[in-house]
């Protein structure tokens, strides 16, 4: 026996709404992710981002395992900005979203067209470009409610529907665009005068600022963290332990490696010795470092200058005894810091003062794979 017609109503409705919903025209109030399979719509998603959740931690377990805790926690409490909503705006807006932040606001005051459906793939065409009797919307105001359905962790926003007033930087801080709250300003598709009066409002105020643009097959990226920007992991190798076969005593003393035992080290990496015999400090000498409570040289820090893949220096080791056998040389995680330059300086520069890669300098336009 068929249902009533209350109940074809409940079921119509239903079905209109997950349309909705697939379409991203539903209020986002009105829905709630935390089950994928459900939707209920006295829920409200507030959850932050938390590394610490059991839920977080199932649901971003691969992205965790190829970051990294601790990289995954800094991003999980960012704020960003993203300013362009174009076919590479879009594809950085929805790979932020998913991967986790604690807000992301979106801005593009230009309203939807045409050509944004080649790249834009957000944008609806029989749903955003109005009726005739009502105008398109702006790219920020399409995209933005399919970008909060990607991850209902992340507070997902739409900045003022206006072009950025650089003529007036100190605006910037007050509302509506509230731009030093942000921990991460993203720039794309902008002109020449508003990337270089947003970097350096961004420089000003210690925001990390990037800026990207893509004309066909040709794009580039510019990053300014700052004059002083640290890295804590600079390449993300495992860390190596080496075993010594010889330690000598000289004002560069030389490590050498059991045989057909090779380092990857680099200039300036550190390493620290430990399981060493022998090499007790000398009657009347200290450690360099205070710190150090060990009689030897284990326990002790050095930083690597490269000879040979079996060799490399470790500074002074004259005021230590000989070396009798065994020992290892552990690596440790080296902080390096490095110095930006703002985007107006980095255009004007001479290209021989540009760092380049020699491959790039190559285009093999027959084999473009090649490249």
Not at 48 to 75: C, N
Not at 110 to 137: A, C, E, H, R, Y
Not at 157 to 166: C, G, L, T, Y
Request: contains cysteine; proline residues 3%; aromatic residues 6%.
């Amino acid at each position: 026996m068929g249902g009533g017609p209350r109940d074809k109503k409940q079921s119509t409705q239903r079905q209109k709404r997950l349309e909705s919903i697939a379409e991203g025209q539903a209020e986002l109030e009105d829905i709630d992710v935390a089950d994928d399979d459900q939707i209920d719509s006295n829920q409200k998603p507030k959850k932050d981002l938390d590394v610490d959740d059991e839920a977080v931690k199932d649901r971003w377990s691969r992205y965790i395992g190829a970051m990294g805790v601790e990289a995954v926690a800094k991003q999980a409490a960012a704020s960003i900005f993203l300013s362009g909503a174009g076919a590479l705006g879009v594809e950085v807006a929805k790979n932020i979203v998913l991967s986790g932040c604690k807000s992301f606001t979106l801005h593009d005051p230009k309203p939807v067209n045409l050509k944004d459906l080649s790249g834009q793939f957000f944008i609806n065409q029989d749903t955003d470009f109005g009726d005739g009797k009502s105008q398109p919307l702006s790219r920020a105001q399409a995209c933005l409610p399919r970008l909060q359905q990607l991850n209902f962790y992340v507070r997902c926003k739409q900045a003022e529907n206006a072009e950025i007033p650089i003529a007036n930087l100190d605006s910037l801080v007050s509302p509506p665009w509230n731009l030093h709250t942000y921990d991460v300003i993203i720039m794309t598709e902008g002109d020449h005068s508003t990337m270089a009066a947003v970097n350096q409002f961004c420089r000003k105020r210690g925001i990390k600022f990037i800026c990207a643009d893509c004309v066909g097959v040709f794009s580039r990226v510019f990053n300014d963290f700052g004059d002083s920007f640290e890295v804590l992991d600079k390449n993300g190798e495992e860390l190596q332990d080496v075993m010594i076969q010889k330690i000598s005593n000289e004002k560069e003393g030389v490590v050498e490696l059991l045989q057909n035992v090779k380092h990857k080290l680099e200039d300036g990496d550190e390493v620290t010795i430990q399981g060493a015999e022998g090499m007790k400090l000398k009657a009347g000498m200290k450690h360099d470092d205070p710190q150090v409570k060990s009689d030897c040289i284990n326990d002790t820090i050095h930083k690597v200058k490269v000879l040979t893949p079996y060799s490399f220096t470790i500074g002074d080791t004259e005021k230590f005894e000989a070396y009798e056998c065994n020992g290892i040389a552990k690596q440790l995680k080296t902080k390096v810091q490095f110095k930006f330059k703002s985007y107006a300086e980095s255009v004007r520069a001479k290209v021989d003062d540009m760092p380049l890669d020699g491959n790039l300098a190559i285009a093999d336009w027959e084999k473009m794979q090649h490249n």
